[in-house]
């Protein structure tokens, strides 16, 4: 099994972001993906915990270092059924809130958002669609995407790669550098009203 290595990010959202998409735009393109995914935001956490393809899949913010990239660690993907020892350490450690009382031993993914996520008023779901370009600058991975959270329109540029220095190294070269670093978790509370 291949070693996990953290990724920074450096990511912004707006509707336009002039000569650096241009600069952007100018480097040959890679994959291109649409996807579909529902994730479920705490009040009392920024961790980001999305459901594609019928996984849970979860990355938990290690550490913000002095220029503001934030890294990122995968820190849990379980398919469903699930069961409720798994739900108790997604609510306790991803979450930060107290579980409800499990009735079931196992839950499916209708019964999990149904029973157990659409009745709390410290979470929310969000219906979450991307269409994402991506490019490779300077080894690093930068995506231009169309987002739409809760069917509200975003756009958003990425920059992401294991080394920090050559991250921001990249930000500053395309210009982004004046750009609010936000990640998804920030722009999606924003974008539903949960601040």
Same mark, same amino acid.
């Given at each position: !099994?291949?070693?996990?290595?953290?990724?920074?990010?450096?990511?912004? =959202?707006?509707?336009?972001?002039?000569?650096? /998409?241009?600069?952007?735009?100018?480097?040959?393109? &890679? &994959? =291109?993906?649409?996807?579909?995914?529902?994730?479920?935001?705490?009040?009392?956490?920024?961790?980001?915990?999305?459901?594609?393809?019928?996984?849970?899949?979860?990355?938990?913010?290690?550490?913000?270092?002095?220029?503001?990239?934030?890294?990122?660690?995968?820190? !849990?993907?379980?398919?469903?059924?699930?069961?409720?020892?798994?739900? /108790?350490?997604?609510? +306790?450690?991803? =979450?930060?809130? *107290?579980?409800? /009382?499990?009735? +079931?031993?196992?839950? $499916?993914?209708?019964?999990?958002?149904?029973?157990?996520?659409?009745?709390?008023? !410290?979470?929310? #779901?969000?219906?979450?669609?991307?269409?994402?370009?991506?490019?490779? #600058? @300077? @080894? *690093? $991975?930068?995506?231009? *995407?169309? $987002?739409?959270?809760?069917?509200?329109?975003?756009?958003?540029?990425?920059?992401?790669?294991?080394?920090?220095?050559?991250?921001?190294?990249?930000?500053?070269?395309?210009?982004?550098? &004046? =750009?609010?670093?936000?990640?998804? #978790? @920030?722009? !999606?509370?924003? *974008?539903? &009203?949960?601040?």
């Amino acid at each position: !099994m291949s070693k996990i290595i953290p990724r920074w990010e450096w990511r912004t =959202f707006g509707q336009a972001f002039g000569q650096s /998409e241009e600069k952007i735009k100018q480097h040959k393109e &890679g &994959g =291109f993906k649409k996807s579909e995914e529902k994730y479920i935001l705490s009040k009392m956490s920024c961790e980001n915990v999305k459901i594609r393809n019928d996984l849970i899949d979860i990355k938990s913010l290690q550490q913000i270092n002095s220029d503001k990239l934030e890294q990122w660690y995968p820190a !849990m993907k379980e398919s469903f059924p699930i069961s409720k020892d798994k739900l /108790e350490v997604l609510y +306790r450690e991803y =979450f930060k809130v *107290a579980a409800p /009382e499990f009735k +079931r031993d196992v839950y $499916t993914y209708e019964q999990f958002l149904e029973e157990l996520i659409a009745p709390c008023d !410290m979470l929310c #779901i969000v219906d979450v669609y991307k269409e994402r370009q991506a490019y490779e #600058i @300077n @080894n *690093a $991975t930068v995506e231009i *995407a169309e $987002t739409k959270f809760n069917n509200v329109p975003m756009r958003t540029v990425c920059v992401e790669h294991a080394d920090p220095e050559n991250v921001i190294a990249t930000v500053r070269e395309l210009g982004l550098a &004046g =750009f609010e670093n936000i990640n998804y #978790i @920030n722009a !999606m509370k924003t *974008a539903v &009203g949960m601040g």
